[in-house]
């Protein structure tokens, strides 16, 4: 029985990131949606053949629209394979789309995906955020910060001893 609960707890962690979203975007809300998805994309996603660079979400006819998501073929699947560059549907409620939308008509939000992964039942699931574009100096004084932690964690190490 380990052997299985070991297994559930590997396959659940988070599979594919998008790692450039947290440095190019400042996230102020992240919601989880399910994704449609088809058989071939699902083992795909399983082997970590996923790319979110340069993905978003788009709000179309009050749905939710996964766009430029790169999921790889499936090598086994022949000739039955799903198209990898493929708009697919996020599962969210309508009173989550609603107040998306009216967050997204504010200047300057976009809808981000930041990962893709499979929670403990084993569905496959997307974090989206609502973002904004952080400008070029915010980046820099992101930076700046964090090399100022590292060096005086760096100096404090030598005074723990």
Not at 2 to 16: E, L, V
Not at 32 to 44: N, P
Not at 68 to 86: F, L, V
Request: hydrophobic letters at 35%.
């Amino acid at each position: 029985m380990a052997k299985k609960a070991d297994k559930k707890a590997a396959d659940s962690g988070p599979r594919i990131t998008n790692k450039k979203a947290y440095h190019d975007y400042e996230l102020v809300e992240k919601v989880e949606a399910g994704i449609a998805l088809l058989g071939t994309e699902v083992k795909s996603l399983r082997e970590g053949q996923g790319d979110l660079e340069g993905a978003y979400a788009r709000i179309i006819d009050n749905e939710c629209w996964l766009v430029g998501c790169k999921i790889a073929q499936y090598a086994q699947a022949g000739q039955s394979n799903h198209d990898p560059t493929r708009k697919r549907k996020l599962l969210l409620r309508k009173a989550q789309i609603h107040k998306i939308t009216g967050k997204l008509t504010q200047r300057g939000f976009t809808l981000v995906p930041l990962r893709i992964y499979f929670n403990s039942r084993g569905l496959a699931k997307v974090e989206v955020a609502l973002g904004r574009g952080k400008r070029q100096y915010d980046k820099r004084q992101k930076l700046q910060a964090e090399q100022q932690k590292k060096d005086v964690a760096r100096d404090m190490k030598k005074f723990r001893r």
